[in-house]
């Protein structure tokens, strides 16, 4: 008779050992590795002066932190050198919402290029929305909230546009017609929480949207996606990537953060930076 040692015993639970090691570290790396995905847009509407201007959009952070301080993220937008940095709502979480950290950020980035900000729903949904406002001015951040701005780039200029989150309106009629509004003939870049209002944007002639919410679908199921967004449900169409209609192109950031959903799978946080072109050769 033979009797079963322990190196035999150890030997049979190793590939569920290093199996069990393997998934850990694949959900750990994928909710704390960072991926910058760059979009090349062309326009023959845009001014020359703008030509090759780069755009760093921040989104759904969710009060989350990357390295000691936000050292990791911060290193990263550093090594982009965007010429500006747009932060398209849900910096805090109304679960847990500190503004310190928030703000502790955008203290460390605020010399890299001008900011600009708008709501998201979680703004709203923590009771501080106004107080995270009054919070970023202080740090020379523009907010865009219902606004209309321009930037200028040699004799040129180009106009931002901020949609508040529709949870900041009394009905969702007043946000509809806010985005008529603000709709503008000159070259225009809207900054909004939602993904999911892509015909809306398409509808008032938007040039390019930057917008969030989506968390990239949450769990991303190779070839087919994201599995389920806010707003969307399950197999939603708008989690990531570029969308095109008529003259209107949306960017979607997968966003960097978790929220009612603590973890992302195949879905690594997100920094999306867009460099946009005129089509002079």
């Given amino acids: 008779m033979i009797k079963k040692t322990k190196t035999n015993s150890t030997k049979k639970y190793l590939p ?21 995905t760059t979009y090349n847009i062309t326009s023959s509407k845009l001014p020359n002066d703008f030509h090759d201007f780069k755009i760093l959009q921040i989104s759904d952070l969710h009060n989350k932190k990357f390295g000691k301080d936000n050292n990791i993220l911060t290193n ?14 849900d910096l805090i979480d109304y679960k847990k919402s500190d503004i310190n950290i928030a703000i502790k950020l955008i203290s460390q980035i605020k010399e890299i290029a001008p900011i600009y900000f708008v709501n998201g729903n979680h703004e709203w ?7 995270l406002e009054n919070k970023l001015i202080e740090e020379n951040v523009t907010i865009l909230n219902n606004k209309i701005i321009s930037i200028s780039r040699g004799k040129s200029e180009i106009v931002l546009i901020g949609v508040d989150d529709p949870e900041g309106f009394s009905s969702h009629n007043e946000y509809i017609n806010k985005l008529k509004e603000l709709s503008n003939e000159k070259f225009s870049i809207l900054l909004s929480h939602r993904a999911e209002d892509f015909a809306l944007y398409v509808k008032n002639n938007y040039d390019i949207v930057f917008a ?9 199921i190779p070839f087919i996606g994201g599995l389920v967004s806010p707003n969307q449900g399950f197999f939603p169409e708008f989690t990531s990537g570029i969308h095109e209609k008529g003259n209107t192109r949306m960017i979607i950031s997968r966003g960097l953060g978790n929220s009612i959903i603590p973890v992302r799978i195949f879905n690594r946080p997100e920094l999306v930076v867009v460099n946009i072109r005129t089509d002079i050769r």
């Fill in 16 to 36: 569920l050992l290093l199996f069990s090691i393997t998934i850990i570290a694949s959900i750990y790396l994928g909710n704390n590795w960072i991926q910058i």
């Fill in 212 to 220: 969030g919410h989506a968390h990239g679908g949450q769990i991303r």
């Fill in 125 to 131: 949904w923590s009771g501080k929305a106004k107080k």
């Fill in 76 to 89: 990263n937008i550093k090594k982009i050198k965007p010429d500006i940095i747009l932060i398209t709502g």
